[in-house]
């Protein structure tokens, strides 16, 4: 288990606040004027590292700065202390990507770029009610929330609607709290988007499906504005719930394992649709940057046999195979349990994450926990049943296919032990 800390700890979030409508005009011409400057640096940056004769040179931030220094003179909008902060970015992200040159930044056409237009803290002062950046006073919807918020650097940026939003990173503190229960399993799934080990759903909302035929009207119609629009609000709604649910779960559990489902996989097959809306990605990485926010242990599973085994006696009775998918609920052929389908490999779920080793295989596994009794008994049968001139890479993999059953004929020595428990 990780220490846990008392006193309370701060992070970063992201504070996003609409701009009022007047200021639109005025920020997407600052906007054609960053991507001016971007790709200056773009184009300046390449024919630096590649020059027609001698050696070539990899040009940083501070470089492109006092290169275009000066250039904010032929701007009207932007100045001086925006073009360092494209240049910045600019430099990072050519370091990152590791490239000798990156995309255009398109101001017009059907190809347009996004506008963004970054500012430093100086820049942007709170003046009242408005906000004043560049000589220009900007409003804001829900302004009361810059009061106490102290921001470093930050940035307009508009989206795909052609609304614009003001984001900056604030710093807030949070008091990390004891969550009520120990350990938990999710089972990711297309019916419910999400199972728990203790029965609780979350009910796939078909946040898109339910728009779709509007959207297919507005596209049809030739509404295009309207069909972002609708898009845009299924996205939020997919947000809502799965930020509600991945709270809800960091505040009540301490470890909590994830099957490892790969939505990359599923997404290329005829289930695409149902995977994208399902938003499996995102609640994972809720669940990982909450939980280490605080101070949870949030796991990845092996997610093999799952839904096949049964979580009370570890036979491998339950459904399987794409034709079985409309099967919710199975009962044991062996010990006779009638299983929710997902619930079930949830329980599993959590019964592999108990048992670290001998699941996650050759990775170094975080074992932050002190290993239960029942774990220490897994370790010792694994051992046992693997031989002593096993390879390292050999070992992994048959551990793997070990794993589900050693989990379970444990349990069912000794069900109060680690058994899951049962409404
Ligand atoms: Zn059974």
Known sequence: MKPMTTEATTCIRTLRLKVKTESYPWLNSAAVEVNQVWNWANATSAKAARPFAGPGKWLTGFDLDKLSAGASQCFEHIDSETIQ?????????????????????????????????????????????S????????????????????????????????????????????????????????????????????????????????????????????????????????????????????????????????????SAKLVKTRMAKSVLDAGWGMLKTQLQYKGQQAGRSVRIVEERNTTRACSSCGALTGPTGLDMLDVRTWKCRECGDIHDRDVNAARNILSAGRCPPSVSGNEPSPSSAPPSPASRRCEAKDQRADGSGMSTGHRGYRDRHHAIHTVHSMESQDPSDSAPARP
């Open 85 to 129: 902060r494209v240049n910045a970015e600019f430099a990072t992200r050519r370091r990152q990507f590791k490239k000798l040159q990156l995309r255009w930044r398109v101001s017009r056409g059907s190809k347009r770029s996004l506008g963004w237009i970054p500012f430093k803290a100086v820049q942007l002062k709170r003046k009242g009610k």
């Open 131 to 262: 906000l004043r950046f560049a000589g220009k006073a900007i409003r804001v919807f829900e302004h009361a929330q810059l009061e106490a918020a102290k921001w470093k650097c930050g940035c307009f940026a508009e989206d795909s609607v052609g609304d614009w939003w003001l984001c900056i990173p604030v710093e807030r503190s949070l008091a990390p709290a004891m969550p009520k229960h120990q350990d938990v399993g999710l089972d990711l799934g297309l019916k419910d988007t999400v199972a728990t080990s203790d029965g609780q759903k979350l009910e796939a909302g078909h946040f898109y499906r339910d728009l779709e035929c509007k959207i297919a009207q507005a596209q049809r119609r030739g509404h295009r504005r309207q069909a972002k629009r609708l898009h845009r609000t299924a996205a939020r709604r997919r947000q809502d719930v799965l930020h509600k649910f991945s709270t809800q779960i960091i505040s009540r559990y301490q470890n909590i394992f994830v099957g490892d489902v790969s």
